[in-house]
């Protein structure tokens, strides 16, 4: 069978017209009886039409009915729609070989565009197809009739309980990305009314590929889920995976059904099974039961063929989580355990998260933990148990909670500053039980609890934690909580993080009248293999004053790099940085100190300040401004100041600014609208020293400007160099003992001894690192080794900004630092560079700094490191002269060795019982004493024992010894 194409017939009339989807079988051509109809514009006409089996089989041979399986009355519906250029694989495949009855068609000759319409017992099946460049291009929608009935899997719910609950699935195949509006074009150009409202092809963006659709239908909502199957080719999820494709698709439900709510649905393909995956709750008087992403899997072929029409066998069933909530009197209990999927070093890991939380009147516990296995084998756990209790206390510390925790291969990594308040362990102690929620909110609570949980505490193949907090109150006043985290093994990493409220006047009972709310959170973080200190706190969007409408904002922030490419950078701040300050990347963004405050529907309200210390500058400042608009009237007030701090040279530069105006929109009918606006302002920009400055004063339509003060030049005055040298080089007072430079034994330090008042180190001659460095950069370090090499490490120069202008400012290019090493044992020593970061202020080429410039630091040298040079290889031995080996008699005056006096006595002669004899030596108590008094006076403490001679004394002497006897 090939694709449809046209034949040519004469009207009535002489004039040519075409007749579409006339099917080609062989030397066959198959004209179906059809309606001709004209387009509204009369210039195109439709052709609509049906097709029997039994009519099909009149066109063609026996021959061909054989190889075509009509002798039954039959089409195969796969060999059909091959004709419109399509390659089909499974599961269309396997699902389109059937044999069908009837079809139904119609043919638009404008837009060379047809439709295919056919019914079987479980599927519907359309085709839209349009031929472009002579390039096929067609949509395929397969759908089953058939739907499962899901009210049934609801737990402890009997279905008559619940809602109409059913799933319904089908399969589109395009060959291209069809728009919107091509499909509107040629659903409107082929299909009748009637048609329209029974096709699944439907006017919306329809992407290339085989992609599968599930409708879940929830009581009266319709809810379509779509996943990607294979690409444009038909190709299978394996083609649809390598191309990236998304595994999954969800979509938020948000609504109760009687006793269950429904958060979300979600759907996924995998190994030939429909996934769907099902987050909700079970609310029943004081019980609710919380099922998470509950799965059900569907044989995608069985369903789509009708095999499918209730629960059974064929369905599989998986459950995330469970988490259950319960209430009686006094008492509350809930928990809940949920697996996750997490990735470890690039795979993926089943992991388990728990938490359970028990409340009294009094006293209320939560626990939180983690399981998982790690991919080498090794388990990976957490624990952490928090008590909600008051214990007592000081006004100013009255403790109400207190919590403990440890990890086993965890690590830690806090959240951003303004999350702090959602991080598990602080939230176990401040809100343990959140009785606020419920339904569907409660279960995206619990969820989210476990995912971050598991986000920042994540399983670390050799990192463990410990975790201490606290709960306590200020006057009850202020509420604050505290966790302490320690993490060790891989890398060091001390953590405090917590959130403090304070509400005035204090909330009595549930009445919350509160003026004034503060709600903090902070955190400060000090990991010395990233070389950093931070601390940063922030208010939460809970700060309020005065109003819940006038939302307080503002964060405090401060960094210092002590190691790595930053190290000696610094930053201070309250509010942020000056507005033309160019922020370097690695500084903390730091939200403005200020208030906004929506006083009514027209009156909006709003203010901010700041101030921040860094290398470069002091500078602070802040604004305030009031805007009422009401229709096409508006009035405002504006009003601020940015003031900018440096120091050696001293300089300042202050801006103030104030604006009050008015605005009003006249609308002159035909000849449009017309916008009257009125302003009054002023700016005010001083700098110094010597005190200088103008204002420039605008009135709507005139403005002028004042100078006043010194020199119009806005430029410091430099300083001296004795003046830098005691500002920015600290040089060491003649009778101290401190050192200009700084030495620290980085590696191989043995530990130190003291010899005639003087601290020696010991160090591993092969390992020992040293670090020496000063507090000001270098050009030039030198090394030299007694008698031996020397090495010399050059630097970048660099400037005295501070000590004037460009054109003036002196340029160092001979600071050098010299380093002499001598050893005994003839060792030598190799140096490398050492850098560190240094203030453009003070060694950049600018006079005054700027602050629209994006870094603030430069690295120069400033030191060395020194290692013992490479000594020979394992193994390796200096030749020695054969000479050392020869026979040297002993001299008496050798001062190596102590004469006594000989041994005076009479030499037994040997016989059968001098083994017996040097037995009974060894075993003499006063030998065995005598033999321990000189252990003890070497301070020996093993005591020296003689049991393995004595009892193998005859494979001791290699001849026959001989005894004296002492006289």
């Known amino acids: 069978m090939s694709l449809p194409k046209e034949k040519k017939s004469t009207s009535s009339d002489g004039l040519e017209t075409s007749i579409a989807l006339c099917l080609s079988v062989g030397d066959t051509i198959v004209v179906p009886k059809i309606k001709i109809t004209d387009t509204e514009d009369n210039k195109f006409k439709l052709y609509n039409g049906s097709l029997t089996a039994d009519e099909f089989k009149d066109y063609v041979s026996d021959s061909t009915a054989k190889e075509l399986s009509l002798e039954g009355g039959g089409i195969n519906l796969k060999d059909l729609v091959t004709n419109f250029g399509l390659e089909l694989q499974d599961p269309l495949s396997t699902l389109l070989d ?87 074009t040629l659903i409107e150009g082929c299909l009748t009314d009637e048609q329209k409202k029974a096709s699944a092809i439907k006017e919306r963006k329809i992407s290339a590929g085989v992609s599968a659709s599930v409708n879940v239908t929830l009581d009266k909502q319709v809810i379509p889920l779509t996943i990607p199957l294979g690409d444009a080719k038909g190709g299978s999820q394996e083609a649809a995976t390598k191309a990236q494709l998304p595994k999954t698709t969800s979509a938020k439900v948000g609504r109760n059904f009687g006793p269950i709510a429904i958060s979300g649905l979600g759907l996924s393909y995998k190994d030939g099974d429909i996934v769907l995956a099902l987050d909700g709750a079970l609310n029943l008087a004081n019980f609710q039961m919380y099922l998470m992403d509950m799965q059900l899997s569907l044989d995608f072929a069985q369903l789509m063929s009708g095999g499918i029409s209730s629960l059974g066998s064929s369905i599989g069933f998986d459950l995330s989580g469970l988490f259950i909530d319960m209430k009686a009197g006094g008492f509350e ?11 470890v070093n690039g795979v993926i890991c089943d992991e388990y998260l728990g938490q359970v939380s028990i409340k009294a009147k009094t006293i209320s516990l939560t626990a939180l933990g983690a399981y998982s296995k790690l991919p080498s084998g090794k388990t990976s756990l957490f624990a952490y148990l928090a008590i909600n209790y008051p214990i007592g206390g000081i006004p100013a510390f009255f403790v109400k909670g207190l919590a403990l925790g440890f990890g086993y291969n965890r690590g830690i990594k806090l959240p951003h500053i303004n999350e702090i308040h959602h991080f598990p362990l602080v939230k176990a102690l401040k809100d343990p039980t959140n009785n606020s929620t419920k339904g569907v909110e409660a279960l995206e609570n619990l969820k989210q609890q476990a995912k971050n949980l598991s986000a920042y505490l994540p399983a670390t193949e050799g990192q463990y934690l410990i975790a201490a907090g606290v709960k306590f109150s200020t006057f009850e006043l202020i509420t604050s909580v505290a966790v302490l985290m320690v993490e060790f093994g891989e890398h060091l990493g001390v953590y405090l993080a917590g959130n403090s409220v304070m509400t005035l006047p204090p909330a009595l009972g549930s009445a919350n009248c509160a003026v004034v709310n503060i709600d903090m959170n902070y955190k400060v973080a000090f990991v010395p293999s990233e070389g950093v200190l931070t601390v940063d706190a922030v208010l939460t969007d809970n700060s309020y004053v005065l109003s819940k409408d006038c939302k307080l904002t503002g964060g405090f922030s401060f960094h210092s790099w002590f190691d790595g490419p930053h190290e000696g950078d610094f930053v201070v701040s309250m509010g942020g940085y000056h507005p033309r300050f160019n922020k370097p990347d690695h500084y903390p963004d730091v939200p403005r100190l200020g208030f906004r405050w929506q006083v009514c529907h027209n009156l909006l309200m709003k203010g901010g300040m700041y101030a921040a210390l860094t290398p470069v500058a002091i500078m602070t400042g802040g604004n305030i401004e009031a805007v009422y608009a009401s229709g096409s009237l508006q009035a405002y007030f504006k009003a601020g100041m940015d003031f900018l701090l440096s120091w050696k040279p001293f300089y300042y530069d202050a801006r103030f600014y104030v604006l009050v105006g008015a605005s009003v929109e006249i609308d002159f009918g035909w000849f449009g609208s017309w916008t009257v606006t009125a302003e009054l302002g002023a700016d005010l920009h001083v700098w110094g020293p010597d005190f200088t400055g103008k204002a420039v004063i605008n009135w709507w339509v005139f403005g002028f400007t004042v100078r006043f003060g010194g020199s119009s030049a806005n430029v410091p005055k430099a300083i001296e ?30 530990g130190s001894v003291e010899s005639e008042d003087k601290l020696w180190h010991i160090v591993d001659p092969d390992e020992v690192e040293l670090n020496i460095g000063g507090s000001i950069p270098v050009n030039t370090v030198t090394l030299s080794n007694e008698g031996s090499s020397t090495y010399t490490l050059r630097g970048e120069d660099f400037h005295l900004a501070p000590m004037g202008p460009q054109d003036s400012m002196p340029s160092v290019s001979g600071w050098t630092m010299s380093i002499a090493c001598h050893s005994d044992a003839g060792s030598d020593f190799v140096a490398t560079k050492v850098e560190k970061a240094f203030p453009k202020a003070v060694y950049g080429d600018q006079f005054v700094a700027k602050i629209d410039q994006k870094e603030t630091m430069l690295r120069l040298l400033s030191g060395s490191k020194i290692v013992s040079a490479p000594g020979k290889p394992p193994g390796f031995t200096e030749a020695i002269d054969a000479d050392e080996f020869k026979f040297e008699d002993l001299t008496e005056n050798d001062p190596y060795w102590q004469w006594g006096g000989g041994v005076e006595g009479e030499l037994k002669e040997t016989d059968a019982t001098i083994y017996k004899d040097i037995k009974n030596s060894l075993n003499d108590e006063i030998v065995i004493a005598r033999r321990q008094d000189i252990a003890n006076f070497f301070d020996v403490a093993t005591p020296i024992g003689t049991e393995k001679i004595r009892d193998e004394l005859e ?13």
Not at 721 to 744: G, H, M, Q, V
């Open 98 to 184: 059937i044999t069908i009855e009837d079809c139904e068609f119609s043919w638009h000759t404008g837009l060379s565009a047809g439709w295919l319409n056919v019914g079987t017992e479980h599927l519907d099946v359309q085709l839209l197809s349009t031929t472009k460049n002579n390039n096929r291009e067609t949509v395929l929608s397969v759908t089953c009739k058939s739907s499962v009935d899901l009210a049934g899997i609801m737990p402890l719910v009997e279905a008559d309980e619940l809602p109409p609950m059913a799933l319904g699935a089908s399969i589109v195949y395009a060959t291209k990305d069809f728009e919107k509006q091509e499909l509107v």
């Open 955 to 967: 494979a001791t002497f290699i001849g026959s010894p001989q005894i004296l006897i002492a006289a």
């Open 333 to 343: 209990l809930a928990g809940g355990l949920l697996r996750n999927e997490n990735e």
């Open 721 to 750: 160099w004795s003046e830098f040298k005691e500002s920015y080089i600290a040089l060491p007072e003649a009778d101290s003992d401190n050192s200009f430079a700084e030495i620290s034994i980085t590696k191989g330090d043995l």
